[in-house]
């Protein structure tokens, strides 16, 4: 089974922190990528990495910056953390064809 | 307009029905298309691939209609344990990123 571990479940920050949240896949899988999902937003595209040292922005970027030294990690963080970034933290991966994502189960994160 | 529209319900459906979601999607270059289900507070887990000459997976079926830029799933005898979320979810036309519909709600009932 392919997993997809996300480092924390639950994180609560004060506003102006620097917050990271690991993700780390067993799969080898290139793909790998960052969503927040917000009730009645659905599931927004954060950023993504499609190899080791490369990222694209996704739809909503601001605010965010992504790290990917390893194939099987891949690491979000949140340079100064504010209210409006209290949400739930997907991180997913898939292979390099047009199957379906894996997703780790998530970080609800809190910012104070 | 939304690039993924779900009706987000909830569908209340007693045990042993037969229900259909719909999903429209508006970039005409994708290429992929699936179904995911979401249980409450937890990580979406893909539910089936859906391909152009439809599909089936026990219980459940898919079908993708590109003309009108139309995704279905029927689930054929409801149980309570398929009450959940299903996400409609559509490839960006091109690479490996997803787009995800908000999701329809559904509640299987005794």
């Known amino acids: 089974d392919v997993k997809v571990t996300q480092s924390s479940r639950y994180l609560v920050k004060r506003t102006g922190e620097k917050v990271f949240l690991e993700c780390v896949q067993d799969m080898d899988h290139e793909n790998m990528f960052w969503y927040r999902q917000d009730p009645g937003l659905g599931l927004r595209l954060i950023y993504f990495?499609?190899?080791?040292?490369?990222?694209e922005k996704g739809d909503i970027p601001e605010g965010y910056s992504v790290s990917r030294e390893k194939k099987e990690r891949f690491s979000l963080i949140l340079e100064s953390a504010s209210t409006n970034q209290t949400s739930m933290y997907l991180c997913?991966?898939?292979?390099?064809?047009?199957?379906?994502?894996?997703f780790g189960s998530g970080t609800r994160l809190t910012v104070v | 307009r939304k690039e993924v529209e779900q009706d987000p319900g909830p569908f209340n459906v007693p045990e042993g029905a037969t229900v259909a979601f719909n999903c429209t999607y508006s970039?005409?270059?994708?290429?992929?298309f699936f179904w995911y289900r979401q249980d409450c507070r937890k990580e979406p887990k893909l539910l089936m691939s859906v391909y152009s000459s439809g599909n089936e997976d026990g219980r459940f079926t898919a079908q993708l209609n590109r003309a009108s830029q139309y995704i279905s799933l029927l689930i054929r005898d409801s149980k309570l344990s398929d009450s959940a979320t299903y996400l409609c979810?559509?490839?960006?036309?091109?690479?490996?990123?997803?787009?995800f519909g908000t999701g329809t709600q559904l509640k299987v009932e005794l």
């Open positions: 990495s499609y190899d080791v040292k490369m990222k």
């Open positions: 997913a991966s898939s292979p390099p064809d047009r199957r379906g994502y894996t």
């Open positions: 979810v559509v490839n960006k036309g091109g690479g490996n990123k997803l787009t």
């Open positions: 970039n005409s270059a994708s290429q992929s």
